[in-house]
C-alpha cells in the first residue's frame, strides 16, 4: 500500500497531535509517533518519562504496545515519528524503537515507511533501511 499526500499529512498531523501528549518533564523533547495500519487505522504514542530516568519510553514504543494491547498483530504500513523540539534535522527512531517497530512488521507482509519528520522537513525511509539484516521471530522458528 502506498501513502498519498493527504494520507502521509493525516499521519504526520496524528503525529504531532500525539506529541503534545508526551509526559517529558526530564528531558523537555517531546515526541510522538502515529502508526497506520494497512485497514486505515492509526494508533498514537508520546513518549513518557520517568523520575527514574533511564526508565523513559520512548513514542514509538508506546504506540506499538498500545498496537499490540488492541490485538493488532502485523499490517502495519507507515510510521511517523516527530519531536517537537526537532527544527530542521527529522528525528530518526533509536535503535531500541527500530527493534520494536520490527517486530509489529515482520508480523505483516511490507516493509513498514518511516515518515521522520521535523517542522521544517520530512526524510521517508523504510524500515529495512533503519534496522538492516534485523533479527526477528522468524530466527526462532
Ligand atoms: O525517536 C525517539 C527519540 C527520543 N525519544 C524520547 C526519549 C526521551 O523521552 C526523549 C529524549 O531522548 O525523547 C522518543 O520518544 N523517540
Ligand atoms: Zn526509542
Given at each position: ?10 499521519l504526520?498531523?496524528a503525529?504531532f ?49 498500545k ?34 517497530l ?12 518511516v ?24 530466527h526462532?522458528?
Amino acid at each position: 500500500m502506498m501513502l498519498d499526500d493527504a494520507q502521509e499529512q493525516a499521519l504526520i498531523i496524528a503525529a504531532f497531535a500525539a506529541a503534545e501528549q508526551a509526559y517529558a518533564p526530564y528531558s523537555d523533547y517531546p515526541v510522538g509517533a502515529a502508526l497506520l495500519f494497512d485497514d486505515g487505522a492509526v494508533i498514537t504514542g508520546c513518549n513518557v518519562e520517568n523520575a527514574s530516568y533511564g526508565l523513559a519510553l520512548c513514542a514509538e514504543t508506546v504506540a506499538v504496545a498500545k498496537a499490540f494491547g488492541e490485538g493488532r498483530r502485523g499490517g502495519l504500513v507507515a510510521v511517523a515519528v516527530v519531536g517537537l523540539k526537532a527544527d530542521a534535522e527529522p528525528i530518526t527512531p533509536c535503535g531500541r524503537c527500530r527493534q520494536v517497530l520490527n517486530e509489529v512488521a515482520a508480523l505483516g507482509a511490507t516493509d513498514p515507511l518511516v515518515l521522520c519528520v521535523s517542522k521544517d522537513d520530512v526524510r521517508r525511509v523504510t524500515l529495512s533501511a533503519l534496522l538492516p539484516h534485523a533479527f526477528g521471530p522468524s530466527h526462532l522458528a
